[in-house]
């Protein structure tokens, strides 16, 4: 008995471990940057995903969407390089460039070509370091963004999300909407996007996660090379700190449509407390977008309302969510919100049984391995685990994280989180018998 | 850079979903092809990089082959799909695959219906063995029916009736397809997706879902004679189905008139054109057009701002403020070739068409630039090497490109084909497309609310 005990025990530590492969190193640089990498040289190219710590919230007040507007001028032109020069540079590396704003970050995904190493990551230096702002591309841009506010004031989505966010944050800069307001978008010159860029974009606060056709040396050496030339930490003071201001509600949005879009959202959990690997699990169950959730269960199998629905945590740095999102005819959406807010109270006040926390542990850890799908997956999760503060180790230890959950740490959780009264529901749309309501 | 996405998000998010704008081919990865007594044919993809696996199953049947008057019953099938068999009850398929960690989905466009999963390779036979059971032997309540009657709906709702984008789409293809069914939405009219039933829905199932129909891809940690194995202890026993013959759907006559459309939204907050051809696919032994045709695309409106009508519609003039070219020839029949225009804001929509119509004549009387014809074929050869990370998606391309009737060889093929086509045929096959009278002109724009 205990030999073959032994043997079993050998078997599932073999397969908590890392089975999949993946085999992540820390690389500091010979000037003291830092990136995680995971190598692989089967294919002949390299993803990074960088990540500077600087983001929309850095903004003036009355200049707004200028981290958006910049990230649209990265492929405008560079250096020497005007924008269609810059772009036939582009593609003739092959070098495959994006660039994002977010509300706490600026992104950069990068892909290129192992034979194009060196002339590829000189284009991305030179798009860091001396962006363009030549006045024909700034104003084409502008176009383009406003072109773009315009349509986010006629998108069912994009209303609920303002005005949702609005509950959420009240003045606070993470309320606001990554493009900007009109204004804001016509006030800005060439010379707020470069004094953005320098506060945005600086060497100390910068992550880079990186996968594929790459040595430890080689990565160091890049690191240097690409942010150098990069200034330090800018004059910039972060904004307020953020608080959560959302309460229990309804807000209803005419919108001429036959279908309402509905969101809703109370106070959540921070990526950095204990719970939150308990909580995210509490949400698989609750509402996953992939797995069978209650909320899909409930709302699409069972009573056919939506074609999906899906509740998720949010987390910046000060400040957490849980929300959820869905669609439904106008004439089912007050069905709708009450079955949500039955599957709320159903599981903060009775939880979850043995058999649903297992059936969902073995469908998270199943599933872990099969997120680390090829090189640029894996650079973004890794830039991602080391914007969240995690140990290197995590990956390792995950599995075995879920596993040891207990159904009183998911029951303890849930009726700690959930509070049905205190959701807030955006409804854009035309329901039937809804009407605006604070409670 | 993304802000342009944005743009099309609005402009073509309908179109988007159906086709992947600029096909590219795999390169290194090991393929061998197997077909079965009952006429399953199988393709396996190895890529031992991850030890997870992706099957899909493709039917050669989607919204272009049901019979007239039952619109979306293709799609409606897909969902039913999901509901169990005599062997796995209610709820078996989807719990199983998530149990064992997996991911699944599936998805249906004019021409096939595709299942697709995902998951740890060593649990490939358990989702085989689940595919294959539901191919002949799908039980169905009238419970089943009806909720997901409504789930259909409410997609319906959620991407057509909720997008002006896609209900614009949807009047296009009614409008280019004077006799071909491409002229009916995948998802269905809603009118005929209430009537549909349980006779239409059985009838459908038993004339399209046979081994002799379908085309099994494994793509992943796997080895071919493995997959062979468990393919003849599970899809072996299906059946044979006699009755099934290739596909013959109505063609198009000669077209002899340009149709406009003025389509009114109130919910368009930045109007903009689309132009629709009729064009040519890609068919056995006979890819050089649609090959072309895909150059052109990227010559025209894929090469970011060096792009043809970028250039001649938004640098030189400020005529529009967003322009794009989009061609697939990833169909059974003809298809369409597309060009989208945001004038911007103090142009109007006849300027702006004008321009691009000019824009057009212009380049049939230039030809095509040879460097920017280097460089576009360069970044195509890229792409394929970028495309090997995701052995789901080359499963899926390579998924798409046999259930329209190539062969493997016609796909180990096209890479070079489009490296070899020349400057000449590219005008050749744009002198041929640019036919205003098998075209289609949309126009979207907003309307005062009443």
Not at chain 1, 42 to 61: K, M, Q, R, S, Y
Not at chain 1, 148 to 164: P, Q
Not at chain 1, 396 to 425: G, Q, S, W
Not at chain 2, 182 to 204: A, C, K, M, V
């Amino acid at each position: 008995m205990r030999r073959s005990f032994a043997i079993f025990l050998c078997v599932s530590l073999m397969v908590a471990a890392p089975s999949y492969g993946l085999e992540v190193k820390q690389v500091t640089s010979p000037g003291g940057l830092k990136a995680w990498l995971v190598e692989d040289h089967t294919i002949p190219f390299t993803a990074l995903e960088i990540d500077f710590g600087g983001g929309a919230v850095l903004e003036a007040p009355d200049k707004l969407g200028t981290a958006y507007f910049l990230a649209g001028m990265m492929e405008e032109g560079a250096g020497d390089y005007s924008a269609d020069e810059f772009q036939r540079r582009q593609q003739e590396l092959a070098v495959d460039l994006s660039f994002d704003a977010y509300q706490e970050t600026m992104s950069v995904s990068v892909k290129f070509l192992t034979e194009n190493k060196d002339e590829s990551l000189e284009l991305l230096r030179l798009a860091l370091e001396q962006p363009r702002f030549d006045s024909d591309r700034l104003e084409f841009v502008r176009s383009q963004i406003l072109a773009i506010i315009a349509n986010r004031e006629k998108d069912a989505t994009d209303i609920a999300y303002m005005a949702l966010n609005k509950e959420s944050f009240g003045d606070h800069p993470l309320g606001d909407v990554i493009e900007g307001q009109v204004e804001t978008i016509q006030s800005i010159s060439a010379e707020d996007l470069e004094e953005f860029r320098q506060q945005a974009l600086t060497r100390d606060d910068v992550i880079v996660g990186a996968a594929g056709d790459i040595t430890e040396e080689e990565l160091g050496s890049l690191l240097d090379e690409l942010f150098a030339g990069l200034s330090g930490p800018g004059p910039s003071s972060p904004p307020d700190k953020a608080q959560s201001l959302i309460n229990g509600g309804l807000t209803v949005i005419d919108y001429p449509s036959p279908q309402s879009f509905i969101v809703f959202r109370h106070e959540g959990i921070l990526s950095d407390n204990p719970d939150f690997l308990t909580a995210y699990v509490m949400n698989e169950i609750l509402g996953s977008q992939s797995y069978l959730s209650r909320l899909k269960e409930e709302v699409r199998e069972k009573r056919g309302l939506t074609y999906g629905i899906a509740s998720y945590l949010s987390s910046y740095d000060d400040v957490a969510f849980i929300s959820g999102q869905f669609s439904t005819d106008n004439n089912t959406v007050a069905e709708a919100v009450e079955v949500v807010k039955d599957i709320w109270t159903d599981l903060a006040e009775n939880g979850v049984s043995e058999e649903e926390l297992q059936s969902v542990k073995t469908y998270l850890t199943g599933a872990y391995p099969l997120r680390f799908d090829g090189n640029s997956r894996i650079a973004s999760i890794l830039a991602a685990m080391q914007r969240d503060e995690r140990d290197i180790t995590y990956f390792d230890h995950r599995n075995d994280r879920v596993n040891a959950l207990t159904v009183e740490d998911i029951n303890r959780v849930a009726a700690r989180l959930l509070k049905p009264e205190e959701l807030h529901f955006v409804v854009v749309g035309q329901p039937v018998g809804l009407e605006s309501a604070r409670y | 850079m993304r802000e342009i996405a944005l743009i099309i998000r609005w402009a073509l998010s309908f179109l988007a979903m159906m086709i992947v704008s600029f096909q590219v081919a795999l390169a290194a990865q090991e393929m061998t092809e197997y077909r079965l007594d009952n006429g399953l044919h199988i393709v396996v993809i190895e890529d031992h990089r991850t030890p997870a696996v992706t099957q899909t199953l493709w039917y050669r049947v989607g919204g272009s082959d049901g019979p007239p008057g039952k619109s979306g019953l293709a799609h409606y099938v897909e969902h039913l799909m999901f509901k169990g068999t005599e062997k796995f009850g209610p709820g078996v398929f989807n719990r199983t695959v998530q149990d064992l960690g997996g991911m699944d989905n599936a998805f249906t466009s004019f021409d096939y219906t595709a299942y697709i999963q995902r998951i740890s390779a060593d649990n490939i036979e358990r989702i085989m063995e689940l595919e294959a059971d539901r191919m002949q032997g799908l039980l169905l309540t009238e419970e089943d029916i009806e909720i997901e009657r409504l789930v259909v709906l409410e997609e319906r709702h959620t991407r057509t009736d909720s997008n002006p984008g896609a209900l614009l789409q949807e009047q296009m293809n009614a409008a280019l397809f004077l006799n071909h069914p491409y002229s009916i939405p995948i998802i269905g009219w809603r009118h005929e997706i209430e009537t549909l039933n349980r006779d239409d829905i059985f009838e459908f199932y038993r004339a399209h879902y046979a081994p002799n129909n379908a085309i099994l891809i494994i793509a992943g940690d796997v080895e071919p004679d493995e997959v062979l194995q468990y393919a003849r202890t599970h899809y072996g026993p299906l059946t044979f189905n006699p009755d099934i013959a290739e596909r013959q759907r109505p063609q198009e006559p000669r077209q002899l008139a340009a149709r406009r459309l003025i389509f009114q939204d109130e919910r368009v907050s930045t109007p903009y054109i689309v132009r629709d051809y009729l064009a040519p696919e890609r068919n056995s032994n006979a890819q050089r057009e649609a090959a072309s045709l895909e150059l052109l695309a990227a010559i025209l409106g894929g090469d970011g701002i060096n792009s043809y009508l970028t250039q001649k519609l938004e640098v030189d003039v400020d005529i529009a403020i967003y322009s794009s070219a989009n061609y697939s020839g990833q169909y059974v029949d003809k298809n369409s070739f597309g060009l989208v225009v945001v004038p911007a804001e103090s142009v109007s929509m006849e300027e702006a068409e004008e321009a691009l119509d000019r824009a057009l004549d212009e380049f049939l009387q230039e030809g095509v630039e040879d460097s920017q014809l280097r460089r576009i074929k360069k970044s195509i050869h890229a792409s394929w090497i970028y495309e090997q990370d995701s052995v789901q998606n080359v499963a899926r391309r390579i998924g798409q490109e046999l259930t329209i009737g190539l062969t493997l060889e016609d796909i180990r093929a096209w890479p070079d084909i489009l490296q070899s086509i020349t400057s000449e045929e590219i005008m050749d096959a744009a002198r041929r497309l640019f036919q205003l009278e098998s075209s289609v002109t949309g126009w979207a724009m907003g309307k005062p609310k009443s």
